[in-house]
């Protein structure tokens, strides 16, 4: 029985609602799950990090911008560390909204972003 189960990855189920029997994909406990992101069509990779950059620097006047795609190439997460003086006399909360208002259409395509600021002082 386990082996029989362990060669199937291909199980029929009932569809909760609808009473219709169909074959649907059920992960075994020896496959991991499959996780599905839905694409956009955008460009992804380093043109896409490049694009984030000098958006960041032209906005922010920044002495250091750094965005790296951390996901692997589909852009689904991304680091971005911004070093700028239009920060100075703001908290940590107003420049991460600072950053994600100038980055809000590029951030409306991702499923995370970490957020790194500073002053040049600091």
Same mark, same amino acid.
């Given at each position: 029985?386990?082996?029989?189960? $362990?060669?199937?990855?291909?199980?029929?189920?009932? $569809?909760?609602?609808?009473?219709?029997?169909?074959?649907? #994909?059920?992960?075994?406990?020896?496959?991991?799950?499959?996780?599905?992101?839905?694409?956009?069509?955008?460009?992804?990779?380093?043109?896409?990090?490049?694009?984030?950059?000098?958006? #960041?620097?032209?906005?922010?006047?920044?002495?250091?911008?750094?965005?790296?795609?951390?996901?692997?190439?589909?852009?689904?997460?991304?680091?971005?560390?911004?070093?700028?003086?239009?920060?100075?006399?703001?908290?940590?909360?107003?420049?991460?909204?600072?950053?994600?208002?100038? #980055?809000?259409?590029?951030?409306?395509?991702?499923? $995370?972003?970490?957020?790194?600021?500073?002053?040049?002082?600091?």
């Amino acid at each position: 029985m386990a082996m029989l189960m $362990a060669m199937s990855t291909l199980s029929t189920a009932v $569809a909760r609602g609808f009473g219709a029997t169909r074959s649907v #994909l059920v992960p075994q406990p020896w496959q991991p799950a499959i996780r599905w992101f839905r694409s956009t069509g955008n460009v992804q990779g380093p043109e896409e990090e490049e694009r984030m950059k000098n958006k #960041l620097l032209q906005e922010l006047e920044a002495t250091s911008v750094v965005v790296e795609d951390q996901s692997g190439g589909c852009g689904a997460q991304y680091l971005v560390e911004v070093i700028s003086s239009k920060f100075e006399g703001l908290n940590t909360i107003k420049q991460h909204r600072l950053v994600s208002s100038i #980055l809000k259409d590029e951030i409306a395509d991702m499923h $995370a972003i970490r957020i790194f600021t500073s002053t040049p002082q600091q």
